[in-house]
T-cell receptor
Framework: GIQVEQSPPDLILQEGANSTLRCNFS?????LQWFHQNPWGQLINLFY???GTKQNGRLSATTVATERYSLLYISSSQTTDSGVYFC??????????????FGKGTLLTVNP | NAGVTQTPKFRVLKTGQSMTLLCAQD?????MYWYRQDPGMGLRLIHY???????AKGEVPDGYNVSRLKKQNFLLGLESAAPSQTSVYFC???????????FGSGTRLTVV
């Protein structure tokens, strides 16, 4: 099956700093999503981004499908950005068996 | 709207006991998924369903069974619990599979 690798595994920032999280995948994908898991365990969908660039406030994401990677940018980080960021992909090009394969995540800690 | 509701939120089982985890969604989603999350492993797919009455195996299905008798409910069963099944279990649903994942708040299961 497809391999999803995220880097770095851990990241510690001071409030106000910027960061870039990376997701590499081993095969062509039709679906790529970024999720944030807050310190209480809740998983929130951040971006659906199989290709191109999207922005939502201080967060933006870029996927270069031809080179099999995606980047999540966090600008002016806040303590509420702390948590685990997951990249998840699906390679299904047809049919109905859509399912996401997750990377192991990046643990982000933003200190005040 | 409640979204995706998982019950129970916490449970401690003895080795060999059985139990059922319930996932209920009120968004009329076709797709439902069960994942387990272990430290450093990300989320791994156990079983999933692409519609009422259907189920399929994911990445780590051994020791688990599922049923989707009603569109809104997806049950995960452990017939004979083992310590290796100690984990946090997440249910998710989506309208089309490709995007729009909504996660429940998780069930923390400990098998002693």
């Amino acid at each position: 099956g497809i391999q999803v690798e995220q880097s770095p595994p851990d990241l510690i920032l001071q409030e106000g700093a910027n960061s870039t999280l990376r997701c590499n995948f081993s095969d062509s994908v039709n679906n790529l999503q970024w999720f944030h898991q807050n310190p209480w365990g809740q998983l929130i969908n951040l971006f659906y981004i199989p290709s191109g660039t999207k922005q939502n406030g201080r967060l933006s994401a870029t996927t270069v499908a031809t080179e099999r990677y995606s980047l999540l940018y966090i600008s002016s980080s806040q303590t509420t950005d702390s948590g685990v960021y997951f990249c998840a992909v699906d390679t299904n090009s047809g049919g109905s068996n859509y399912k996401l394969t997750f990377g192991k995540g990046t643990l982000l800690t933003v200190n005040p | 709207n409640a979204g995706v509701t998982q019950t129970p939120k916490f449970r401690v089982l003895k080795t060999g006991q059985s139990m059922t985890l319930l996932c209920a969604q009120d968004m009329n989603h076709e797709y439902m998924y069960w994942y387990r999350q272990d430290p450093g492993m990300g989320l791994r797919l156990i079983h999933y369903s692409v519609g009422e009455g259907t189920t399929a195996k994911g990445e780590v299905p051994d020791g688990y069974n599922v049923s989707r008798l009603k569109k809104q409910n997806f049950l995960l069963g452990l017939e004979s619990a083992a310590p290796s099944q100690t984990s946090v279990y997440f249910c998710a649903s989506s309208p089309s599979g490709a995007r729009g994942y909504t996660f429940g708040s998780g069930t923390r299961l400990t098998v002693v």
